[in-house]
């Protein structure tokens, strides 16, 4: 039989296709390995956590959801997955790396920078997004009744300030916070007469301590006057400093940015 160089060839390259076909089979199973998110699309996420983090060795992998849940599953194609109890799901693996359970649910996979992003609400729900800032405030996050160890900041202005022994050294005229709202100083005026010639003097916020009671020996307590059918305080009845007037008066004034 004579050798046929074409037909040499055509036979080598079949043989290097049979080759290469099982390798490329194997390179195919997907990688699943990673931090999920649920997509509550078409249904609303049913499992007890909102994300999911995936383990994989070959065939093998370990679902562990964020709330403390393990589930183990395997690859049962290259585009079909399975968990085990207790979620005793079957997926589907899509093109995009997300996985569509077979309880309604969608797991897509998060990159690096997706990550970094705060969750954003479920379409539906009011949500509000301060500018400058990633904090996205959704409908739960919302204050709808002032606790009992809250206070009005506003309600602090005008608050009498006495000293140790009880004497009035000055009264609140304002609350200096940083940028994260912590309180940092307490403005003192100290001094004056209906407000001119007051000496202002910033107090660190932890060198002050307030005071619900009424000083008992002041007429009609505190700052304000209070009428038993008012309820509860949303501000101190005064504040204590240790310090004398003097002293107030001797320290450097405070000056506000205009």
């Known amino acids: 039989m004579l050798e046929n160089p074409s037909f040499i060839s055509l036979i080598a390259a079949l043989s290097a296709l049979a080759l290469v076909g099982p390798a490329q089979a194997q390179l195919s199973e997907p990688n699943l390995s990673g931090t999920y998110r649920c997509q509550p699309q078409p249904s609303s996420c049913k499992w007890q956590g909102q994300t999911l983090t995936i383990s994989q060795s070959g065939p093998t992998i370990e679902l562990d959801i964020n709330k403390g849940e393990f589930a183990e599953g395997k690859l049962t194609s290259n585009i079909t997955v399975s968990a085990g109890p207790p979620y005793n799901a079957d997926g589907r693996i899509m093109p995009d790396h997300s996985i569509e359970w077979s309880n309604g649910t969608k797991w897509l996979k998060q990159s690096s920078a997706a990550l970094a992003e705060p969750p ?79 000496h202002d003097v910033a107090i660190p916020y932890g060198q002050i301590s307030w005071v619900d009671q009424p000083n008992p020996t002041t007429t009609g307590g505190g700052s304000r006057s209070l009428r038993s059918s008012e309820g509860p305080r949303s501000y101190p009845d005064h504040a204590v400093l240790n310090m004398t007037k003097d002293q107030l008066k001797a320290a450097p004034a405070f000056k506000f940015s205009r």
Do not use: C, H
Request: net charge negative; no cysteine.
């Open 120 to 198: 954003q609400p479920n379409a539906g729900s009011a949500a509000t997004t301060v500018a400058g800032t990633v904090a996205t405030i959704t409908t739960t996050n919302w204050m709808t009744q002032e606790a009992a160890d809250q206070w009005r900041t506003s309600k602090l202005i005008g608050v009498n300030v006495y000293n140790n022994a009880s004497e009035k050294i000055g009264d609140v005229s304002e609350l200096i916070t940083d940028r994260d709202g912590k309180l940092a100083a307490v403005v003192i005026g100290v001094g004056g007469f209906l407000g001119l010639g007051e």
